[in-house]
């Protein structure tokens, strides 16, 4: 079976804090994908990473950093110096042999 | 390159209806996926369509179907509609299923109340 699990329901952070949102997950496939969406207000589900289970390279992408540790089953995201319009639901997901699983999302307040 | 597109954007309808959203997949995609977004259970998957076949299937009554046409863009129906129903419906799309999603593009979603 297959889980995602972000422990996170609410953060807060105030302006050009750094913040890392949390994903834990659960696979028995050997091959699999890890993915992060945001979801703004208005409701569409934006890509930001995708990563394969054999690619434990860390990425960073202007503000944006994720940190893959297959050993703890962790796909975290950090946000550098955020800002308000980081504000938002981040979902981590994960994609296996079956169909795309979901953590239950991140609400992110970046407040001015 | 158009995105995923959903119709309508906004839906309100009564118990016991049934109704029909629409998908047009990102050109050259083969691949639809159906989620169900509500704040008590998240974004649950509906079911996936690959070259017009049902490739997967969550964990939904009979009353939520789907199909795919030759040209890629899907449908979703859901009769007898419920109160519980009501959610933000969002369709995603992917070049080639393959064994797994390698990459998803959603839709905006089409939110639907039932009253």
């Known amino acids: 079976a297959q889980k995602v699990t972000q422990a996170q329901t609410e953060i807060s952070v105030v302006e050009k804090e750094d913040v890392t949102l949390d994903c834990v997950y659960e696979t028995r496939d050997t091959t699999y994908y890890l993915f992060w969406y945001k979801q703004p207000p208005s409701g569409e589900l934006v890509f930001l990473i995708r990563r394969n289970s054999f690619d434990e390279q860390n990425e960073i992408s202007g503000r944006y950093s994720w940190n893959f540790q297959k050993s703890t089953s962790s796909f975290n995201f950090t946000i550098t110096a955020s800002q308000v319009v980081d504000s938002a639901v981040y979902f981590c997901a994960l994609s296996g042999e079956g169909d795309m699983r979901f953590g239950a999302g991140t609400r992110l307040t970046v407040k001015p | 390159k158009a995105g995923v597109t959903q119709t309508p954007r906004y839906l309100i309808k009564t118990r016991g209806q049934q109704v029909t959203l629409s998908c047009s997949p990102i050109s050259g995609h083969r691949s639809v996926s159906w989620y169900q977004q509500t704040p008590g259970q998240g974004l649950q998957f509906l079911f996936e369509?690959?070259?017009?076949?049902?490739?997967n299937k969550g964990n939904f009554p009979g009353r939520f179907s789907g199909r795919q046409f030759s040209n890629s863009r899907s449908e979703m129906n859901v009769s007898t509609l419920e109160l519980g129903d009501s959610a933000l419906y969002l369709c995603a799309s992917s070049p080639d299923r393959g064994r797994m999603n390698t990459e998803a593009f959603f839709g905006q979603g089409t939110r639907l109340t039932v009253v």
């Open positions: 369509y690959f070259s017009e076949t049902q490739r």
